[in-house]
């Protein structure tokens, strides 16, 4: 993609613009020249839009506030990579349930009053595959909140791709009971608005809702929403992390506003391993306080060999409604994607040899072989 493209679809064009200011200054020792069409671009589409998020807040707000979250939501969580994405977009098929679609997600302080003008701009912008597989893109699939929570807050994982040099901060903010009262406040108050503006904009729907990071929050998921349906899917971490790592190589040019090619190769994959250690430490520990029948569990490679039969086991061990009317939907979508191939990556011996000693924990607990 051109630098043109890559700014028409960046999330930080629909950002808060106090909050964009302040990160672009605090970033600012690392912002490339090269890149400078990109931030203006970003800036200006911020400015302009900002008038119409400040009305749509004022006209929507308190309503938005006062919705009530009556259908418990419906969390997918796991590591990148592992069929998080495959799984929510069977699930979107629930024609009695809602989920943040591209378009809403991209532009989420504005996605209410722009709705229809952002349609046809969406469909231009957003490519027709995913940068990093094979799976359809488009203004109506399925996409992570994470992009809406990035539009309005610091505080977010996503930020890591527009500022490489501060990775680790932004990485760190995906882990909620490591911050500080003041910043798991700042995200409580913000998530929450995200689940009440969807709940209240598809008029009280369930919502099913996709983002890895959750997988290490399920403390704040609980607290926000005690009675929360979880659906859990892992892979084998010896195509996770290749796969996640070549994911990211793809997307961060995308985003950056940092030249990126003077990073070192190893930053991704030191980055996406330490991520992948703490998410599953936090996950391990935090899905315990789960309360009995609101969490289901499932092997990647197992889950793909018959998605039907694993939806109706969805539904039934979380007590989900909706099966009988909604399965034909399911079978359906699943069918066409008959045929489908992923995308094949190869671990080398040092990162595999790295994988063993950090994730062996994980290796153990969910029953993957290791390989010397």
Request: aromatic fraction near 14%.
């Amino acid at each position: 993609m051109s630098t043109q493209q890559d700014a028409a679809m960046h999330y930080l064009q629909c950002a808060n613009f106090k909050m964009l200011v302040n990160m672009l200054w605090e970033n600012r020792k690392q912002l490339s020249p090269k890149e400078a069409p990109k931030v203006a671009q970003v800036l200006f589409m911020s400015l302009v839009l900002s008038p119409v998020a400040f009305l749509e807040n004022l006209f929507h707000a308190r309503k938005i506030a006062n919705t009530k979250i009556e259908k418990p939501p419906i969390f997918i969580v796991g590591h990148w990579r592992s069929g998080t994405t495959f799984l929510t977009s069977i699930m979107a098929h629930d024609e009695s349930k809602a989920y943040f679609k591209a378009e809403q997600t991209y532009s989420f302080p504005v996605f209410i009053t722009l709705g229809n003008t952002l349609k046809s701009i969406y469909t231009k912008v957003l490519p027709s595959k995913r940068p990093m597989d094979n799976m359809k893109m488009g203004r109506e699939e399925p996409q992570e909140e994470a992009f809406a929570l990035a539009t309005m807050i610091e505080e977010s994982i996503t930020h890591m791709m527009s500022f490489p040099s501060n990775a680790r901060f932004y990485a760190k903010c995906a882990f909620y009971s490591e911050l500080s009262e003041q910043r798991q406040k700042k995200i409580r108050r913000a998530y929450l608005k995200i689940i009440k503006k969807l709940t209240y904009y598809t008029g009280g729907k369930q919502l099913i809702i996709k983002s890895p990071e959750n997988t290490a929050r399920i403390d704040m998921l609980l607290e926000l929403f005690p009675d929360a349906k979880f659906i859990h899917i892992y892979r084998n971490p010896y195509n996770v992390f290749p796969s996640t790592v070549g994911m990211f190589k793809k997307l961060f040019p995308i985003f950056s506003l940092e030249d990126i090619s003077k990073h070192p190769d190893t930053l991704v994959d030191d980055v996406v391993l330490d991520i992948y250690e703490k998410l599953y430490t936090r996950y391990l520990s935090d899905k315990k306080k789960i309360p009995e029948g609101n969490l289901i569990e499932m092997k990647y490679e197992e889950f793909v060999q018959d998605p039907f039969l694993y939806m109706q086991e969805i539904y039934t061990s979380l007590g989900i409604e909706g099966w009988e009317e909604q399965k034909d939907h399911f079978k359906k979508y699943i069918d066409a994607q008959e045929g489908y191939k992923t995308n094949g990556y190869k671990i080398d011996i040092i990162n595999k040899k790295r994988l063993n000693k950090r994730l062996f924990f994980l290796f153990k607990k969910f029953g993957y072989k290791m390989e010397a």
